[in-house]
């Protein structure tokens, strides 16, 4: 290579370089909005900086330092259900009382979110109720809902394990078993927020 081609190619290539580190730049920042755009629509822009600057509290949770706890509850057909044989799975777990008018109006969205996952394979839609008996859930949870409805009457595993004192309130649950998000309130879960939302953790 002759010295002016050698200038050439080092006057390209520095100009080359600033384009594409800024391209690549901006298709980093575009992914990580894309990903952060669900949470920003659900939470609000100040929720959600607080919550990515490690302010805790309340209202919601968002991170990915917290296991969720392993425990077993009864299912409508009378088999337990194992947090531990979950793995593998992102769960979306509700817990809801019947004697909450949120929780009512919501679960109607929480059945839809079950349907319009079934066949993804790898989401399962958990409602905990922590009302005294079956008779109870089934006036808002049927028989055949496609919703898991576990019954936690002694609230052991929803105030005992996950602290829940008011309702409702939805954990979403990685498939390592990690919580990475808790949202404090209603919320149209069939909503296509909601639905990325729970995507970006398949």
């Keep these: 290579m002759s010295r002016r081609e050698l200038i050439a190619t080092l006057i390209v290539a520095a100009i080359a370089f600033p384009v594409i580190f800024t391209f690549t730049g901006a298709v980093v920042d575009a992914q990580a ?3 952060e755009a669900p949470f920003r629509a659900l939470l609000g822009n100040a929720r959600f900086e607080q919550l990515m600057n ?17 425990f ?11 947090m531990a ?3 593998g799975k992102v769960i979306v777990m509700n817990f809801w009382t019947v004697t909450c008018r949120p ?9 839809l979110l079950a349907e319009m996952t079934r066949d993804w394979g790898d989401v399962e839609v958990v409602a905990v109720s922590t009302d005294r008996s079956w008779a109870e859930v ?9 919703i898991t409805s576990l019954l936690d009457a002694d609230r052991e595993v929803v105030t005992g394990l996950f602290g829940t004192k008011l309702f409702p309130e939805t954990w979403i649950i990685d498939a390592d078993g990690v919580v990475r998000f808790r949202f404090d309130g209603a919320l149209d ?14």
């Excluded at 490690?54 to 392993?70: I, K």
């Design 33 to 35: 909005r894309a990903r």
């Design 54 to 70: 490690g302010q805790g509290g309340v209202p919601h949770y968002l991170g990915a330092s917290l296991l969720a706890p392993d």
């Design 72 to 82: 077993s509850l009864p299912m409508q057909d009378g088999s337990e259900w194992k």
């Design 85 to 87: 044989e979950q793995r």
């Design 103 to 111: 929780c009512i109006q919501e679960m109607p969205t929480i059945e």
């Design 138 to 146: 089934e006036t808002i949870v049927p028989r055949n809902s496609r």
């Design 189 to 202: 879960w069939s909503n296509p927020v909601a639905l990325d939302l729970i995507r970006a953790y398949r």
